[in-house]
């Protein structure tokens, strides 16, 4: 695999061999054959998960292995060419999918060892029937480029390669010359480029291809007949027009079928033909699938393997799609399609975040000559939950801003250069700006502060424009999850590292962090009304947010009361939830930043601020002063921003064993707590609660 593909051998692997050359029939970057997993019908793999899961690098990765091996096309279904069409070439003449399958046969086409180009005649044919439909106004040169392109597609790069050129280009000069006559303009193009067909001596096969149209359905086993339908559905759009995309779709694969038909072609030709199609989920991707799909479940069989990468999980078109986890096609996929279902023949393969090792492995390759803290690659991979994207993007700005930053937060804020051609700029700009939609990142960067959809509609009314309100929303949330950003109880954007990101970006929208401030206060008075309430899963969202603006002392003195009396499952996850505030570099009064680093919760946890507190009076002072440095050793140790501090840790440890000495009902379950919390924050994992019920839904992330 690559330098930076990790955690993918399910797909890569030689021996045993993993899903790629088990459906392509070759080891990756190698000449040599390997058994195929499914000899008569294949799947169409679409490898699936939210943005940075990796999907477009082990696209990249599987071009790469199997290039100039066999024929291999890769398309990203978000490249603008597939957006609109361009050199005046108007609509009813076009279509993503049109535009596609002419990107994807020119790439196809190129020879690969021990075989030659591959040709295209059918395809050809049937592009040039629909490109004819826009040349009522076209001016000659603007025909010309657009038949040349098309012609390539039936040259071959044989010993008359030199004929088969001139021979495009007399047809060129044919079909211009008879668009711009006065007979019946598609007629015209349609019947100069079956000419050459017949015209051509070279390629028996060729002439068999243009008797391909034929089969159109209502041509009447006429081939110019069957072209004009063709293109007369194509012009009229709508489910016309998906039908006549289909019969192209139908024609490349019936084209890649005939060359590797016969004895030489498949003693030449070591490994199935491989179509990538990335961000799927985007237009031409789904037509293009559905097409393949509805063909193979009604028995129209081709060998080509198409893998893509969909964002998200659920889509209506593939409800009946197999499924399967990376883990679970490592060896073999067990795939088998339902056949009164045309979406089962797709295999969804979700893609798993990258494990602790595969980060440590990803920060040391890119940080080999820099010295690395210990606890770097742990806490990058809490921070990001294995995001392969932030991983890679946070282990470049280490390697070119360590030793100067000293926290990931700084990693974070400091530039990073991804590309020689592209400025410097902050990283979790960089991230940001793949892993959320571009379109609502303001909205997202206010909203990611909120909890629920009620907070994120006092949010959205207080701080975003009147025109947004709790029906879009409602709507963004919806867009998240079809996204495949993971749901959490709790808060409104469930990806913790996404999360993270939206308020860094909140914090430093402006120098005074007025809108950082503004949206805590909102929320604090949002749940101001649940100050006095029973339910400490509402009281402690106030709290949390007092906390993120620095304010402690009401989460100190809730934590301090409600102590002796409050289940201590229940106490325990409100510490952790309000402790769970964001945290950034201390500010003035006025909330502009200090010059220098300054993160006091290690000194408050450590006791080394105890001395100048003004203990409540009439209060517990040594309990106050514990729960005071509980909270800010909690608060230090689970920020996915800071490296976990082993001193703090420790304290962490005395202050959880010194508490259970004054519950003894509780008193296992903060002893456990002692033992286990400081051990997963120097991990990187989440605090555990001992015997906690994870599916409660009691506000924490």
């Not at 016309?240 to 498949?266: C, K, N």
């Amino acid at each position: 695999m690559g330098r930076r593909l990790h955690g993918r051998g399910a797909l890569f692997d030689t021996d045993p061999a993993g899903l790629a050359p088990r459906l392509v029939g070759l080891r990756p970057h190698q000449h040599r054959a390997t058994p195929v997993e499914h000899p008569k019908e294949l799947p169409f793999v679409l490898l699936t998960g939210g943005r940075g899961l990796g999907k477009s690098a082990v696209l990249g990765e599987l071009r790469d292995a199997y290039k100039g091996h066999t024929p291999v096309a890769s398309i990203d279904c978000e490249d603008v060419q597939f957006a609109r069409p361009t050199g005046g070439r108007p609509l009813e003449a076009w279509s993503p999918v049109s535009q596609a399958l002419l990107v994807v046969a020119e790439q196809l086409a190129e020879p690969v060892t021990g075989a030659g180009r591959i040709t295209f005649p059918r395809l050809m044919s049937g592009l040039v029937a629909v490109a004819a439909g826009g040349w009522d106004d076209a001016d000659s040169e603007r025909i010309r480029r657009e038949v040349e392109r098309i012609l390539l597609l039936n040259e071959g790069g044989s010993w008359v390669a030199g004929f088969a050129g001139r021979m495009a280009g007399r047809v060129t000069a044919n079909v211009v010359s008879a668009v711009s006559g006065t007979g019946p303009l598609v007629a015209s193009a349609i019947e100069a480029t079956l000419e050459s067909f017949s015209d051509s001596f070279v390629n028996r096969r060729q002439q068999r291809a243009s008797a391909w149209w034929r089969a159109y359905p209502n041509a009447g086993a006429d081939a110019r007949r069957g072209l004009m339908l063709l293109s007369g559905h194509f012009r009229a759009g709508g489910t016309s027009r998906e039908h006549a995309e289909r019969y192209l779709v139908r024609a490349l694969l019936a084209d890649l079928t005939d060359a590797y038909a016969g004895m030489l072609p498949r003693m030449q030709r070591l490994g199935r033909p491989v179509v990538l199609v990335d961000n799927a989920h985007r237009a031409p991707g789904p037509g293009l699938v559905d097409a393949i799909l509805r063909d193979r479940a009604e028995g129209i069989a081709d060998q080509v393997v198409f893998v893509g990468g969909l964002r998200g999980t659920d889509r209506p078109v593939l409800r009946n799609a197999v499924r399967r986890t990376l883990a679970e096609v490592a060896r073999r996929s067990d795939w088998a399609p339902d056949p009164a279902a045309p979406s089962s023949r797709a295999l969804l393969v979700a893609l798993p975040p990258l494990n602790p090792d595969d980060t440590l492995h990803l920060v040391g390759a890119a940080c080999a000559v820099v010295p690395v803290p210990p606890q770097l690659p742990y806490a990058t991979h809490r921070l990001t939950g294995g995001n392969p994207l932030g991983i890679v993007h946070l282990a470049d700005s280490a390697a070119q801003n360590l030793p100067g930053a000293a926290s990931l937060g700084e990693l974070l804020t400091a530039d990073v250069r991804l590309d020689d051609d592209r400025d410097a700029r902050p990283t979790y700009l960089e991230l940001l700006d793949r892993l959320v939609p571009a379109d609502r990142l303001d909205e997202l960067t206010v909203l990611a502060a909120a909890h629920d959809h009620d907070s994120a509609c006092a949010l959205a009314e207080a701080l975003l424009p009147d025109d947004f309100g709790p029906a879009d929303v409602r709507a963004l949330q919806t867009r998240l999850v079809a996204e495949g950003l993971v749901e959490a109880p709790g808060r409104f954007v469930g990806d913790s590292f996404v999360r993270t990101l939206l308020l860094l970006r909140l914090h430093h929208r402006d120098a005074d962090h007025g809108q950082w401030r503004q949206a805590h206060e909102t929320l604090i008075r949002y749940y101001a009304h649940a100050a006095d309430d029973d339910d400490p899963a509402r009281a402690r969202y106030r709290l949390h947010h007092e906390l993120a603006l620095g304010r402690s002392e009401s989460a100190v003195a809730y934590l301090r009361d409600s102590f002796p009396t409050l289940d201590i499952r229940v106490w325990l996850r409100s510490l952790r939830f309000i402790a769970s505030a964001p945290y950034f570099h201390a500010h003035d009064a006025e909330g502009h930043d200090f010059a220098a680093r300054d993160d006091r919760r290690a000194a408050i946890a450590l006791g080394r601020t105890d001395a100048e507190q003004v203990v409540p009076q009439g209060g517990d002072a040594v309990l106050h002063l514990r729960i005071r440095r509980l909270l800010h050793a909690v608060w230090q140790l689970t920020d996915p921003l800071a490296l976990p501090d082993p001193k703090v840790c420790d304290r962490l440890r005395f202050e959880l064993e010194q508490l259970s000495n004054l519950r003894p009902a509780g008193n296992a379950l903060l002893w456990r707590a002692s033992r286990d919390w400081p051990e997963d924050a120097l991990a990187g994992r989440p605090l555990r609660v001992p015997d906690d019920d994870e599916d409660e839904p009691d506000g924490e992330a």
